[in-house]
Nanobody, 123 residues
Framework: QVQLVESGGGLVQAGGSLRLSCAAS????????MGWFRQAPGKEREFVAA????????YYADSVKGRFAISRDNAKKTAYLQMNSLKPEDTAVYYC????????????????WGQGTQVTVSS
């Protein structure tokens, strides 16, 4: 069982940066793939980024590639999402998720989810 708690969201102007954190409980964090997803009002939840248990493989959505960076610290049981050059269209609730399986971009494969943190980018 893994519990996930996101933090670091907030209001930022376009072009600004935020760093999201996802703190996990449980002894097996290091064995999980970690992913970030987001959901804007009236839209479906979409994939943002994912990182394998050993950080050797990373996927990004095309919309954030070159602007966002996912990372993890297994000793601290924490995953991160560094978001730079933010745009108004990045406004959404951001969720972290843990997957016991292989690296995936599909929300349905993730086993555990956090409660989400709001990111609002003003123009």
């Amino acid at each position: 069982q893994v519990q996930l708690v996101e933090s670091g969201g907030g209001l930022v102007q376009a072009g600004g940066s935020l760093r999201l954190s996802c703190a996990a409980s449980g002894r097996t964090f290091s064995s999980y793939t970690m992913g970030w997803f987001r959901q804007a009002p009236g839209k479906e939840r979409e994939f943002v980024a994912a990182i394998s248990w050993d950080a050797n493989r990373i996927y990004y959505a095309d919309s954030v590639k070159g602007r966002f960076a996912i990372s993890r610290d297994n000793a601290k049981k924490t995953a991160y999402l560094q978001m730079n050059s933010l745009k108004p269209e990045d406004t959404a609730v951001y969720y972290c998720a843990a997957d016991r399986g292989i690296l995936s971009t599909r929300a349905t494969t993730y086993d555990y989810w956090g409660q989400g943190t709001q990111v609002t980018v003003s123009s």
